[in-house]
């Protein structure tokens, strides 16, 4: 079945670390996409790539990065940068222009 | 300019009954409104879209009303099930310095009673 997983489900961050987060997609998209979900604010852009080697930041983007080596594959890392990280972190693909985003189920990250 | 005002933020509803949730948008530029149901634990999926020359669209027991001269847009549930019960995020769309930025509204959560 095509999709987009992205793991670990849940993840928890020590003060100072930085983490990573993965999203593997299958859909073949040229597009994808990173989200931070915060209870009654909607989803908001981290980054985003449209082709392998080149990414954009969002509207959130400081305290994070990311990387586009493969088409499939569009690694998020929290940094220690990231002072307020605890939040439902969403990816997504796109295969054109005005089509709707497919999401994975998510990662919760946890500071502990 | 680029917010999305979806309301209202949660909603209870009789089974059978109709479960009604609005958004409003600024930006004339937006050309592709999507709407998303998201369960617990689960990333978004996408119900149902609508482009700006349809008034309406529907799918089974869901329908969007788009007042293109509002900059209104509606979804609508007939008949809602308890399976209905999620939270629910319109969004508006827009191709923007080379990607398709999509602008989410805040999310209503709707939960449909027996």
């Known amino acids: 079945d095509g999709g987009i997983t992205q793991s670990p489900k849940y993840l928890f961050r020590k003060e100072g670390q930085n983490v990573t987060l993965s999203c593997e997609q299958n859909?073949?998209?040229?597009?994808m996409y990173w989200y931070r979900q915060d209870p009654g604010q909607g989803l908001r852009l981290i980054y985003y790539?449209?082709?392998?080697?080149?990414?954009q930041k969002g509207d959130i983007a400081e305290g994070y990065s990311v990387s586009r080596e493969k088409k499939e594959s569009f690694p998020l890392t929290v940094t220690s940068a990231q002072k307020n990280p605890t939040a439902f972190y969403l990816c997504?693909?796109?295969?054109?222009?005005?089509?709707?985003?497919?999401f994975g189920d998510g990662t919760r990250l946890s500071i502990l | 300019q680029q917010q999305v005002k979806q309301s209202p933020q949660s909603l209870i509803v009789q089974k059978g009954g109709i479960s009604i949730i609005n958004c409003a948008y600024e930006?004339?530029?937006?050309?592709?409104f999507p709407w998303y149901q998201q369960f617990p634990g689960k990333g978004p999926a996408l119900l149902i879209a609508?482009?700006?020359?349809?008034s309406e669209k529907k799918e089974g027991r869901f329908t969007i009303s788009f007042n293109k001269s509002a900059k209104q847009f509606s979804l609508h549930i007939m008949d809602s099930q308890p399976g209905d019960s999620a939270t629910y995020f319109c969004a508006a769309s827009m191709y923007s310095g080379g990607y398709q930025k999509v602008t989410f509204g805040t999310g209503t959560k709707l939960q449909v009673i027996p």
């Open positions: 930006n004339t530029a937006f050309d592709y």
């Open positions: 790539s449209q082709i392998v080697n080149d990414f």
């Open positions: 997504a693909s796109a295969t054109g222009v005005n089509q709707p985003q497919h």
């Open positions: 859909l073949n998209h040229d597009a």
């Open positions: 609508i482009r700006p020359d349809v």
